[in-house]
């Protein structure tokens, strides 16, 4: 429904207010919730501009210093934390090496383009 959520986030899963959350406790997200800038690649794309990986969840976010960080699982992609994000300043940052990542999302990029493009199809475009 409507195409205002490129920015939006959605926590499938996601519990307690004070991001108190565990490594163990991955938010679960969809590709295309994450999507928030053109880029040429699809880690570029879900806002990730840093290659160094991050095998363990960083103690704390290497860009505000805030110890919110939380594992996202991407569905489709990953069955587990794919990339790691602050929740404070929303950075986020890879697990896996850059091109491991890319592989994994160029994968369910497309199960999630092709239905989405069809939605956006207004009755006028048919006539
Ligand atoms: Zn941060």
Known sequence: MGNSKK??????????????????????????DLIC?????????????GTKPFKEKPDECPCCQSKQMMGLEILGAYKGVLVWQCMKCSERYLRFDKAKTN??????????TVPEDWGYLSPDEFS
Request: glycine fraction near 8%; hydrophobic fraction near 35%; aromatic fraction near 8%.
């Open 7 to 32: 920015q939006d986030i959605r926590f499938i899963g996601y519990e307690g207010e004070n991001c108190e959350v565990k490594a163990t406790s991955p938010l679960i997200t969809i590709f295309n």
């Open 37 to 49: 800038e053109d880029g040429k690649d699809s880690v570029t794309k879900i806002g990730i501009l």
């Open 103 to 112: 592989r994994l999302l160029e994968e369910v990029k497309d199960s999630y």
